[in-house]
């Protein structure tokens, strides 16, 4: 059984960083794909970025060019740097996993992933 455990938000002003980090347990290998989802109240969950066993990465266009995905395999840990953050991007924040290598097209896709974390909150405020 796969385990997730999101850390790293919190609050802060406009303009401002943010790293998240996503520690995985339970994986049997490093062939993987992992993912950044957001979801804010009332609107349905977005996925904001991904990455493949290959280190392939994918960004939603809300997001491309400001946040970075990365992994370290050893520790079995995604992070999502987020730059330039605006009011918009406040949600709560869910690392996803899934265990094979997922075709590019379907890595922000919801539906694709068995594993999620708890979540964590990004507020982005003045």
């Known amino acids: 059984q796969v385990r997730l455990v999101e850390s790293g938000g919190g609050t802060i002003q406009p303009g401002g960083s943010l790293r998240l980090a996503c520690a995985a347990s339970g994986v049997a290998n490093n062939w993987y794909t992992m993912a950044w989802f957001r979801q804010s109240p009332g609107k349905t969950r977005e996925g904001v970025a991904a990455i493949g066993p290959d280190g392939q990465t994918d960004y939603s266009d809300t997001v491309k060019g400001r946040f970075t995905i990365s992994k370290d395999n050893l520790k079995v840990t995604v992070f999502l740097r987020m730059d330039s953050l605006k009011p918009e991007d406040t949600a709560m924040y869910y690392c996803?996993?899934?265990?094979?290598?997922?075709?590019?097209?379907?890595?922000?896709?919801?539906?694709?992933?068995?594993?999620w974390g708890q979540g964590t909150q990004v507020i982005v405020s003045s």
């Open positions: 996803a996993f899934r265990g094979i290598s997922l075709p590019y097209s379907s890595r922000l896709r919801e539906d694709e992933y068995y594993y």
